[in-house]
């Protein structure tokens, strides 16, 4: 049977048949059928279950009738079967013809009950010290009447009840019967109610037959009903973003997961043969086997547009980094190439260069890309139509070739934030990222020198972490060589920082995620999502 689960019916034992099959059998042949008559034997709760089952398919219709009946007690019982106490003492006398006021037989307490009444009736009389018959024939209206409740579980007449009860030979007691008969979807046999569709029923066409049941909307559902939760990565890149924004900062669009090695390597200046490129590092795209030349991305540039307009309109953004609307150059990406492709193989703009013969099909490579610079260099590219101080910052996924271990997984997401302005200088990066990592709770930065081959000078960035108590590197940075920046064609005298972090490695600390997995991936436990706190970066 395809897809049945939940309450298909459990067949309820009475005797040796199914209850639920001998109620629609009983209503199946009579117009109304009262369970207390038909079925006198049954329990209360299985009838009631029975009914119920067949209730809710619509199978049948009930109502519940309560009432009250008369039943004997064991004495009443007894006199049903024996005959009442006067009947007993009148029958001894009559058969002794004479019995002695002493005899055994009279000594019990039933006895003298039915001695008293016996007197009342006329039956019997005192003779001397012995009791005499007064007729041949009676007429046992107690063991009659009782006899009637046996029957009918009810008294002819009423009133005889409280002298009956009185005398402890009846009592009543509560009755629910319920009077069932036909439903609307009224079926001879229960159907199986299916509950979910699953795909082998699509797959074989049995859901077009299938017998669905129906949604109950009455429900009342369950009390805490888990509602979605951010999950941590996504509540660290919130509070990143608002520190971003703080600080004036406009949010790049970074929808392009698949980018080119045009704009993830070779405008940054990364050698065609540098090991970064390897299969081993870069996961590559080979369907399309390659890209176009480089080209502006309409979607990114119209969200880009958008995001500077509002910043545009905030009152309270920073007044040296407003940008201010000048004529737009137009933006030529084939002189672009040109110029990136001279810089690599023969040097340009103040470059020696790598010197080395340039393939054109390096560039035209599709990537998952490694790091989120690519839509910076998109983004500063962009910048040079009408170059002036500006600050883009983005938070995405990046796609590494690399060994999943404890604190290594193949994709993670990189926070990167690039400032264009005129006159920067290296103190002027430190200062800012001091600023930046306080906003974190990151103090007593040290800056290590590094090497990137789109950065000069470079540096690595640590922060002191009390919880470990040594320093540790939180970051990678540089200013962008003029020769990628002259290369796009921005103007000398600008100069852009920029620098980058995984957004894993503040969240695991935050966290107390000591392995990378149990943050994201199939091992994630759907507990530690939902339960934990929105995150507050510690204030220094
Ligand atoms: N792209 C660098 C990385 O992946 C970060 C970085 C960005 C460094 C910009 C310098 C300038 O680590």
Excluded at 365 to 373: A, D, P
Excluded at 413 to 426: F, K, N, R, W
Excluded at 444 to 458: C, D, I, Q, R, V
Excluded at 514 to 534: C, M, P, S, T, Y
Aim: net charge negative; glycine share 8%.
């Amino acid at each position: 049977m395809p897809g049945t689960r939940g309450p298909v019916p459990v067949p309820v034992q009475n005797g040796d048949r199914d209850l639920t099959l001998q109620i629609l059998e009983a209503v199946d042949e009579n117009a109304s059928v009262k369970t207390s008559e038909t079925f006198p034997n049954a329990s209360q709760t299985e009838v009631k279950a029975a009914l119920d089952r067949l209730a809710s398919r619509q199978m049948i219709e009930y109502e519940t009738d309560d009432s009250e009946e008369v039943v004997l007690t064991g004495e009443g019982q007894q006199i049903v079967d024996e005959g009442s106490h006067e009947f007993k003492v009148w029958d001894a006398v009559r058969k002794a013809g004479r019995m002695s006021l002493k005899d055994q037989a009279l000594a019990t307490p039933s006895a003298k009950v039915g001695q008293g009444n016996a007197f009342k009736l006329k039956w019997i009389k005192k003779d001397g010290d012995s009791l005499i018959p007064l007729t041949d024939s009676v007429t046992d209206t107690t063991r009659e009447v009782l006899q009637y409740v046996a029957e009918h579980r009810a008294l002819q007449n009423p009133r005889d009840l409280k002298d009956l009860r009185k005398r402890t030979l009846v009592t009543t007691q509560k009755i629910i019967t319920y009077d069932a008969r036909k439903g609307p979807r009224w079926a001879r046999d229960i159907p199986v109610e299916v509950t979910d569709l699953t795909a082998d029923m699509l797959a074989d066409g049995s859901w077009k037959t299938a017998n669905f049941k129906p949604y109950n909307f009455k429900a009342l559902g369950e009390q805490s009903q888990g509602v979605g939760a951010l999950h941590p990565l996504n509540k660290v890149r919130e509070e990143f973003r608002k520190i971003f924004f703080n600080l004036g900062f406009t949010e790049m669009p970074t929808g392009r997961f698949v980018d080119t090695g045009f704009w993830n390597f070779d405008a940054l200046f990364v050698p065609q043969q540098h090991p970064a490129r390897d299969m081993q590092d870069t996961f590559y795209v080979s369907d399309p086997p390659e890209a176009g030349p480089p080209g502006p991305d309409p979607e990114a540039d119209a969200a880009l547009n958008a995001m500077e307009e509002e910043d545009r309109d905030e009152e309270d953004s920073d007044p040296p980094t407003r940008p201010t609307q000048q004529p737009t150059k137009h933006l030529d990406y084939a002189q672009y190439y040109a110029n990136v492709r001279a810089t690599h193989q023969d040097g340009a703009f103040g470059s020696i260069g790598y010197r080395y013969p340039y393939n054109d099909a390096e560039p035209r490579r599709l990537v998952l890309r490694t790091h989120t610079t690519a839509v910076s260099t998109y983004c500063l590219h962009r910048l040079a139509a009408n170059p002036r101080p500006a600050k883009y910052f983005s938070i995405d996924r990046v796609f590494r070739n690399e060994t999943v271990d404890a604190t290594h997984l193949a994709e993670f997401h990189q926070v990167e934030g690039v400032i264009a302005d005129y006159g920067l200088t290296l103190g002027g990066l430190q200062g800012f990222l001091r600023r930046f990592f306080k906003k974190m709770g990151l103090v007593g930065l040290k800056f290590k020198p590094a090497y990137n081959p789109y950065t000069e000078p470079s540096m690595e960035v640590f922060a002191y972490h009390r919880g470990l108590g040594k320093l540790v590197e939180i970051g990678n940075s540089g200013m962008f060589r003029p020769e990628m920046l002259l290369a796009m064609g921005l103007p000398e005298d600008l100069r852009v920082y920029g620098f980058g972090l995984s957004l894993e490695r503040p969240t695991m600390i935050k966290y107390g995620v000591n392995n990378i997995r149990e943050l994201l991936g199939h091992k994630v436990d759907l507990g530690f999502i939902e339960g934990n706190a929105a995150v507050r970066l510690d204030k220094a």
